[in-house]
């Protein structure tokens, strides 16, 4: 059950650690941080989604690190970053419905931090202009654009009338556009770069028509980390990766090209041997994202070990002879999609040289937090 490769990850007193947890391994995130800044040509144009961490302290170590622009999905995650006083937090989402008044909430009470958020039609422009004025505020918004992925966002060559519509509105100014490019997956690299310039074209035409008719240049904000380093090698837009302060199974064997290392772990006991060639575990849907197939994690200290069943506490392995495992022994687990595992632990132990270095709080795994 043991194997060469475990000297990063075991830590020293896991024994006195209960399980399944969740363990995030400190020096490895920083190495990822430091890795994601020399991609780019300056830090200015690294602007992170938080989505994956969650973290106040993994979001404290990125802007130690001089990282002053974040992307964030959540009001929750949005109201995390004004709390460490983030300067510049992109709010990657269009608010309608409450969502619109919780978003001034956190403009009016974290001044120091500068908020904004998307829209992809007049309407939801004017209902946030109009919730800001009555506020006393304003707000930036970047241009949701459609280039592929079909999720949200307007197609840019439908955006320039948008933009003419929407950017007198009083209480917003228009920022900027902002193009997620999710859909462009393809694990060769070469293929890959291909589809994200076909698909950025008509971005670039926009803010080139833009600057032309208006005499502004708008920012783009693009991708996420599948392209990471494509957009990086642009050099003038702003890249907003996620992933890459814990990488998972899935994008490091998709994407061997890029520079990060695993630095998020799940442990999980061996809770029962049901027979020769079966055991079960204690990482159940509750503690690992479940929306892919098996494999959903990868064990670092039994390869062998293959999942065969999942419920809502358990998780059946085959192994090829229960008798080399010991009942309360601990797997280390790589997750194949390490974001919704994340989210489903209140605390994470951080670690540091093998050993627990205390409780880091998954700041933002609530939907709310007090705005």
Not at 2 to 8: E, G, I, L, P
Not at 215 to 227: C, E, H, Y
Not at 293 to 321: G, K, Y
Not at 332 to 360: F, K, L
Request: hydrophobic share 40%; with cysteine; charged share 20%.
């Amino acid at each position: 059950m043991k194997t060469a490769d475990t000297q990063w990850y075991t830590v020293s007193d896991i024994d006195s650690i209960d399980t399944p947890t969740l363990l995030l391994y400190k020096d490895r995130i920083a190495r990822n941080i430091q890795s994601a800044i020399q991609q780019v040509k300056h830090v200015g144009l690294l602007r992170p989604h938080v989505k994956t961490n969650k973290s106040a302290d993994v979001c404290a170590m990125m802007t130690e690190a001089g990282i002053t622009k974040f992307k964030c999905a959540t009001i929750a995650e949005a109201e995390m970053l004004g709390e460490i006083g983030a300067p510049d937090v992109l709010f990657a989402y269009q608010p309608v419905g409450p969502k619109v008044a919780r978003l001034v909430g956190l403009i009016r009470r974290y001044p120091r931090t500068r908020f904004s958020c998307l829209a992809d039609n007049e309407f939801s422009a004017a209902e946030i202009g109009a919730e800001c004025n009555s506020a006393g505020v304003s707000v930036g918004v970047y241009i949701d654009l459609n280039i592929g992925q079909n999720r949200t966002g307007i197609l840019p060559e439908k955006a320039f009338g948008l933009f003419e519509s929407i950017q007198s509105i009083s209480g917003i100014s228009v920022t900027g556009l902002h193009a997620y490019d999710g859909h462009i997956t393809d694990h060769d690299n070469t293929k890959r770069e291909i589809e994200c310039t076909a698909a950025f074209t008509g971005v670039f035409d926009l803010q080139k028509l833009i600057a032309e008719k208006f005499t502004k240049r708008l920012t783009i904000i693009a991708g996420g980390s599948p392209t990471f380093q494509i957009h990086a090698r642009r050099g003038d837009v702003e890249c907003s990766p996620g992933t890459f302060v814990f990488w998972d199974w899935n994008y490091k064997n998709a994407y061997p090209e890029q520079p990060f290392d695993y630095a998020a772990l799940f442990a999980a006991r061996i809770v029962s041997i049901v027979n020769g060639t079966r055991l079960c575990i204690d990482l159940g849907h509750k503690s690992v994202g479940s929306e892919n197939p098996h494999p959903r994690v990868h064990f670092l200290n039994a390869p062998e070990a293959v999942p065969v069943s999942h419920s809502e506490e358990h998780m059946v392995l085959a192994v090829q002879d229960t008798t080399k495992y010991s009942l309360g022994s601990v797997l280390y687990g790589v997750p194949a999609h390490v974001c919704p595992g994340v989210s489903m632990y209140e605390r994470a132990v951080a670690v540091t040289n093998h050993h627990s270095a205390g409780e880091w709080k998954i700041t933002a795994r609530d939907k709310k937090i007090s705005v």
